[in-house]
């Protein structure tokens, strides 16, 4: 290869390279603030549609039900407690993801041959609920 082509060809394979480094960091600025705006406006307003209902309504043909929400502070201390430790037994003791839980979680679903285990916190069951589909794998994660 003469060196002219090569020295055309270096420029675009950096301009390619900064392109993708600048789209990834786009995207998950994007993301970062989407949440972060949705995060603020779901601590004023409770959703009135979640990804899984909308997922269950196009592809199952499920039909959509409206939601009674209880507060917290209005359900028994005891039933939260509950719902807490069933649901995510060290919510209180991580930062929002367990990713000791997970660990374990994927040596189970390893030694099972399919994913029959899951390793979800209580902050991770909510984004999926309301933003993704009901697949699962570990990425999503």
């Known amino acids: 290869m003469p060196d002219k082509e090569k020295n055309r060809l270096r420029p675009l394979w950096k301009k390619c390279l900064i392109w993708t480094v600048w ?3 786009f995207f998950h600025g994007f993301v970062i ?7 603020v406006a779901y601590k004023f307003i409770n959703p009135p ?21 209880v507060p917290v ?9 509950m719902l807490v430790s ?10 929002g993801i367990d990713f000791k839980a997970i660990e ?3 040596k189970r679903n ?17 984004v ?3 933003f993704l589909v009901p697949d699962k794998f570990l990425v999503r994660k």
């Not at 603030?33 to 995060?39: E, H, Q, R």
């Not at 502070?73 to 407690?81: A, D, F, G």
Request: charged share 20%; net charge positive.
């Open 23 to 25: 789209s990834v960091l």
């Open 33 to 39: 603030l989407t949440g972060a705006v949705f995060a």
């Open 49 to 69: 549609y979640s990804a899984f209902m909308l997922y269950r309504m196009v592809f199952d043909d499920q039909k959509i039900y409206q939601n009674k929400f």
């Open 73 to 81: 502070n209005k359900l028994p201390r005891s039933v939260s407690r």
């Open 86 to 95: 069933v649901e995510d037994g060290n919510f209180y003791t991580h930062c």
């Open 104 to 106: 374990t979680a994927r």
């Open 110 to 126: 390893e030694k099972a041959g399919y994913n029959k285990f899951g390793g979800s916190t209580i902050t991770q069951q909510l």
């Open 128 to 130: 999926k609920t309301l």
